[in-house]
């Protein structure tokens, strides 16, 4: 299928079918029209799609004419250039000795009711001391300027350790907003919608179950589906396999077990040897002191989902993946998909399987 016909590809990250975060969306939205905390941390992993939110929340600000907004991806590391960029947007250079009054000066100096700045892909920027710094100037100008300024952050690990460490007056002001794996309905929309494809529901409960809903790994697996042919539920087998083999097993994988951090990678153990769900009021005594932050870390990577208090892991695929590559303690309880109503999976001879009543097999080898 040409490039052209395949709305999930794109070279802009995050410009994909967006889906979902109705929540999210409804929350910052309200907050950055009205004004009041409109101060916000948006902190997901890789591919998790806080770029793709934070697209669509500037469609929707952008949409008042009386606000001014900004979306500034990946901002320089260096704290005094990108104080430099933030000047070029607003129109005026920026006092690197008075940045807090030369914010507010120049947000003032606009002729709009109120200024947005999103800030995405952070990280880089806060891994230094200066870069910290002029977060807090952020916070200090918008507090100076009473409702005329909105800033909302998007970021991964580091902006996760950095509300931890309690360290940071702006997080501690801030709307913490994490993104999760997308619900089995919203998975539907992004698989069924773009190109009004007629999905069986267990097809796609397995791919649910699979991907955990993950929003990086279902565009990868439709953009290859898609781009093998005009059927794309019956070319989902070998897009999987495809995107298993060549992809995930290779780059995400590896960088999401590293982000799960000691704690995070043996409580991700702990759960799959339960092979049931784990009550809230079991996950102290189960998981350790703290389990709350712990729990952020891994349903934010994507490998775990907390519904109604249940505690479960989550995507087959990245299951699969680790029996293989640190099958350490992982003996007593080899992998198996958790069963759900119309969909089971499990691992033999290094392939993973998902059978679904009704419907056709989807396979990849992991």
Same mark, same amino acid.
């Given at each position: ?49 806080? #770029? ?25 590391? @260096? ?15 920026? %006092? ?14 606009? %002729?709009?009711? +109120? ?8 990280? /880089? ?24 300024? /909105?800033?909302?952050?998007?970021? /991964?690990?580091?902006?996760? %350790? ?12 801030? &709307? ?24 069986? @529901? ?28 005009? @059927? ?28 799960? #951090?000691?704690?995070? &990678? ?53 299951? #699969? ?6 099958? &350490?303690?992982?003996?007593?309880? +080899? ?14 001879? /290094? ?16």
């Amino acid at each position: 299928m040409p490039d052209r016909e395949n709305p999930y590809r794109s070279d802009i990250p995050g410009a994909g079918p967006f889906v979902g975060r109705a929540n999210e969306l409804a929350l910052l939205a309200s907050a950055l029209h009205a004004g009041r905390r409109a101060l916000a941390a948006v902190m997901g992993g890789r591919g998790m799609g806080k #770029t793709a939110l934070a697209l669509e929340l500037r469609k929707r600000i952008a949409a008042d004419p009386t606000k001014l907004v900004h979306l500034v991806r990946r901002p320089s590391n @260096d704290a005094a250039t990108f104080l430099s960029q933030l000047g070029s947007l607003l129109g005026v250079p920026l %006092d690197p000795i008075l940045p807090v009054e030369s914010i507010a000066e120049a947000v003032d100096a606009l %002729d709009r009711s +109120r200024v947005v700045l999103l800030l995405d892909e952070i990280d /880089g920027l806060i891994a230094s001391e200066a870069g910290r710094d002029l977060l807090e100037n952020l916070r200090a100008a918008y507090e100076q300027l009473g409702g005329r300024l /909105g800033i909302v952050i998007f970021g /991964g690990s580091r902006l996760r %350790d950095l509300l931890s460490s309690e360290a940071s007056p702006f997080l501690r002001t801030a &709307q913490w907003t994490p993104l999760h794996g997308l619900s089995l309905a919203e998975t539907a929309a992004l698989l069924r919608e773009p190109l009004d494809l007629a999905m069986p @529901d267990p097809l796609i409960e397995a791919v649910w179950e699979q991907t955990g809903g993950h929003p990086l790994l279902l565009q990868m697996l439709m953009e290859r589906a898609v781009a093998l042919g005009s @059927d794309a539920a019956r070319h989902l087998h070998e897009a999987l396999r495809d995107l298993a083999e060549h992809h995930l097993a290779a780059t995400l994988f590896p960088i999401w077990w590293d982000n799960l #951090t000691p704690r995070g &990678q043996s409580v991700y153990r702990t759960l799959l040897g339960l092979r049931r769900p784990l009550e809230r009021r079991e996950w102290a005594s189960t998981l350790g002191n703290g389990p709350d932050a712990v729990v952020e870390i891994l349903s934010t990577t994507g490998v775990a989902r907390a519904d109604s208090g249940q505690l479960l892991p989550r995507c087959a695929l990245f299951r #699969t993946w680790l029996e293989q590559n640190h099958p &350490q303690g992982l003996g007593r309880h +080899r992998l198996q998909g958790r069963r759900r109503a119309g969909a089971r999976g499990h691992c033999s001879g /290094g392939r993973f399987r998902v059978r679904c009543d009704g419907g056709p097999t989807v396979e990849a080898a992991a």
